[in-house]
């Protein structure tokens, strides 16, 4: 990682060691080599999504099944950026592999705070940012001067976002792109909708096709593919995707390895 000193300021390249990383809210806030045999395949870890304040979990959390994967809804349940850094920072010092925080992005004052409390926290190598799901062009550009500073900022766009932040994202030239699950609707079990990020192979066809139309603009592009074989991993690399976000495959690992 390095300052290209002919892009923007707040333009930084990352490179990953192994073309894989795991997609935030599917191992926890920091790596544990015990326990995550995993992340030896990894090429960076990335964070649960951590918001300024504590959240609860959402009273209607939900995992519904559909043909073909699951949709989640969890609320994103986290100990605010304060407690994490105070009971993290040394994990993701130790950790072998660097890390990225996903932040949850409420208005562009706390994206600076947070941010300003990452700096000089060995081995973080990026943040995330989790944009809100109305996200518009004024609010991308505000949220992203608000993330200038030493650590490169990684926006996260769902397909859905694709045809407003485009050209946004194209005038802002980021570190790079990451490409996540779509959000959709279903009912629960008592009727009620849910909204929440639908996961497995299911996604794969929306995930390659909104990775093309990014891929076509130039971006380095990090994607969530709904990846549950080679063949699927090998089509997104063979497009040149710089690395994979892997999702419902180790979210899914990690329920059985706990139960």
Excluded at 140 to 156: C, D, K, N
Excluded at 184 to 206: K, Q, S
Aim: charged residues 15%.
């Amino acid at each position: 990682m390095w300052l290209n000193e002919d892009a923007p300021i707040h333009k930084r390249d990352i490179f990953f060691s192994k073309p894989f990383v795991n997609s935030a809210g599917t191992l926890g806030i920091a790596p544990d080599p015990h326990k995550m045999p995993i992340i030896s395949n990894l090429g960076a870890f990335i964070t649960h999504p951590i918001s300024r304040r504590p959240r609860q979990p959402a009273s209607n959390r939900a995992c519904i099944s559909f043909p073909g994967g699951f949709l989640l809804h969890t609320g994103l349940p986290n100990p605010g950026i304060t407690r994490t850094i105070s009971r993290y920072k040394h994990a993701w010092a130790g950790a072998p592999l660097p890390i990225i925080v996903h932040l949850l992005v409420e208005d562009p004052g706390s994206l600076t705070e947070m941010i300003r409390k990452l700096e000089g926290l060995e081995n973080v190598m990026a943040v995330e940012l989790g944009l809100p799901p109305d996200c518009d062009p004024d609010t991308l550009r505000a949220l992203m001067e608000a993330a200038v500073g030493e650590l490169p900022a990684i926006p996260s766009v769902s397909p859905e976002q694709i045809p407003t932040l485009r050209e946004t994202l194209l005038e802002l030239s980021p570190t790079a792109v990451h490409l996540v699950e779509p959000r959709g609707t279903l009912p629960n079990e008592a009727g009620n909708l849910i909204t929440g990020r639908l996961y497995g192979t299911g996604i794969f066809p929306t995930m390659l096709h909104a990775s093309r139309e990014l891929l076509d603009a130039g971006f380095p592009l990090i994607v969530n593919g709904g990846i549950t074989s080679k063949s699927q991993a090998d089509t997104f690399l063979n497009a040149g995707v710089t690395a994979l976000g892997l999702g419902s495959g180790l979210w899914l690992l990690k329920q059985a390895f706990l139960a």
